[in-house]
């Protein structure tokens, strides 16, 4: 399984765009790559998900450079209630459950 | 569409005893698997069934086990509990196909063991 590493911890303020990178190195040509947002208490939720180049959703953008070893969740104009710790996996097909590596805890401040 | 639910929500046991919890998954998603988080560890992976089998295995002592039904709905018991089986257990559905594309996990709000 491809081993993901990212920052331990982030702060940023209210309205501002956070970037978190993570490096997967080691990434397979099956593998995709998946962010997951967890609250305290609370199991993790799917951000988004991508293969290669930029995936955007309703709440986030992923961008995934054409070597694929690192990849950028990006989150527009963050408020309080984004605090939470994001997760970078990455996995192959839907055969094996995936890994989740420590997490980035952003803590985002008024 | 019901999301992902588990019982209990939380649970207090002694050293020594064993516990059972439940996770029942979304309707219609036939891969279960089960998680372990804890503020040292982080959220490690237990095992995944799908189709009443056990498919795939993380790095946990044998007296970690599950099993899962024909309506999908899992089971893991933890026998001869220690103060550090202490946790919020974590259960994921998806759906996988025949295809076997990647699937979203879908997780529930998990039961935390508290271990005396």
């Known amino acids: 399984l491809a081993k993901t590493t990212q920052p331990i911890s982030m702060d940023s303020y209210e309205g501002q765009e956070v970037n978190i990178t993570c490096s997967h190195n080691?990434?397979?040509?099956?593998?995709?790559i998946t962010w997951y947002q967890q609250f305290p208490s609370q199991g993790p939720r799917f951000i988004i998900q991508?293969?290669?180049t930029k995936v955007t959703n309703e709440v986030a953008s992923l961008f995934i450079p054409a070597d694929r070893k690192s990849s950028t969740l990006s989150l527009p104009r963050v408020s309080l209630s984004d605090t939470a710790v994001y997760y970078c996996l990455v996995g192959d097909t839907g055969r094996r459950a995936l890994t989740f590596g420590s997490g980035t805890r952003l803590q985002v401040q008024p | 569409k019901a999301g992902v639910t588990q019982t209990p929500r939380y649970l207090i046991k002694t050293r020594g005893q064993q516990v059972t919890l439940s996770c029942s998954p979304i309707?219609?998603?036939?891969?279960v698997s089960w998680y372990q988080q804890t503020p040292g560890q982080g959220l490690q992976f237990l095992f995944e069934?799908?189709?009443?089998?056990?498919?795939n295995k993380g790095n946990f002592p044998g007296r970690f086990s599950g099993r899962q039904f024909s309506n999908s709905r899992s089971e893991m018991n933890v026998s001869t509990l220690e103060l550090g089986d202490s946790a919020l257990y974590l259960c994921?559905?998806?759906?996988?196909?025949?295809?076997?594309?990647?699937?979203?996990?879908?997780f529930g709000p998990g039961t935390r063991l508290t271990v005396l």
């Open positions: 069934y799908f189709s009443e089998t056990q498919r």
């Open positions: 991508g293969y290669k």
């Open positions: 309707s219609g998603h036939r891969s």
């Open positions: 994921a559905s998806r759906r996988t196909t025949a295809r076997e594309g990647y699937n979203e996990q879908f």
């Open positions: 080691n990434i397979a040509t099956n593998d995709y």
